[in-house]
């Protein structure tokens, strides 16, 4: 079974609103959260690095203060896309491990479509 | 710049036939090297990975191969099944870094046709 939850998986929102995504660790305690962004046609690309208890270290090239991070236990990251417009319209992937060895597991993804 | 590379965008094999798909780097610091596969609307799985002191790992019909000389690794899958069409993805990290971060590639279009 999935030890790593997305939800929800699939969000339609209207531009200007916010909306949350949470990923969820189900039988471990993920110390380390990473949240990707699959664009059409491309590779899954790395947003963020998401630490419990400690500011979100965001990859180049994305605005922290759109993609809000918080890992806020050891079992749950939140991204919540602010002001969503329709370029936002992508599907965002979680992953999670316990510790910097353990294997990385990702979550079903969120399709998200900004109208 | 694109430190992993899944340079063919897809590939189509006859069902029971050998499907090969490639992945080169750039980056020397890597040493953990791992497929992911994908269907459409769902997250990645996790396929195979191989440390870089290794030069093959297989699992059942999944096979890997690095070539740390050439930075180039491969995933063979034998024999292909139609439930192996899917996207899958090359991804690398530097584990030593222990930063977690993975790199994919762009990822390749496997078509396995009965």
């Known amino acids: 079974g999935a030890v790593v939850s997305q939800h929800p998986s699939r969000v339609i929102c209207k531009s200007g609103t916010s909306v949350k995504i949470e990923c969820r660790s189900l039988d471990f305690q993920a110390t380390t959260m990473f949240w990707y962004r699959q664009f059409p046609k491309k590779s899954l690309m790395l947003m963020a690095t998401s630490n419990e208890g400690s500011k979100a270290t965001y990859e180049q090239g994305v605005e922290k203060d759109k993609f809000l991070i918080n890992h806020a236990s050891l079992t749950l990251s939140t991204l919540t896309v602010t002001s969503a417009h329709p370029e936002d319209s992508s599907f965002y992937i979680c992953s999670a491990r316990s510790g910097n060895a353990g294997e990385l597991f990702f979550g079903e993804g969120s399709r998200l479509t900004v109208l | 710049d694109q430190q992993v590379k899944q340079n063919s965008p897809s590939l189509s094999v006859q069902e029971g036939r050998i499907s090969i798909l490639n992945c080169d780097y750039t980056n020397s610091m890597f040493d953990y090297f791992l497929w992911y596969k994908k269907y459409p609307a769902e997250g990645p799985t996790f396929l195979i990975s191989?440390?870089?002191?290794?030069d093959k790992n297989e699992d059942g019909r999944f096979t890997v191969f690095l070539n740390k000389s050439a930075k180039h690794l491969s995933l063979h899958i034998v024999p292909s099944q139609p439930g192996d069409s899917a996207v899958y993805f090359c991804?690398?990290?530097?584990?030593?870094?222990?930063?977690?971060?993975?790199?994919f590639g762009q990822g390749t279009t496997l078509q396995v046709k009965p």
């Open positions: 191989i440390s870089s002191i290794k």
């Open positions: 991804a690398a990290s530097d584990l030593s870094g222990n930063t977690g971060k993975l790199i």
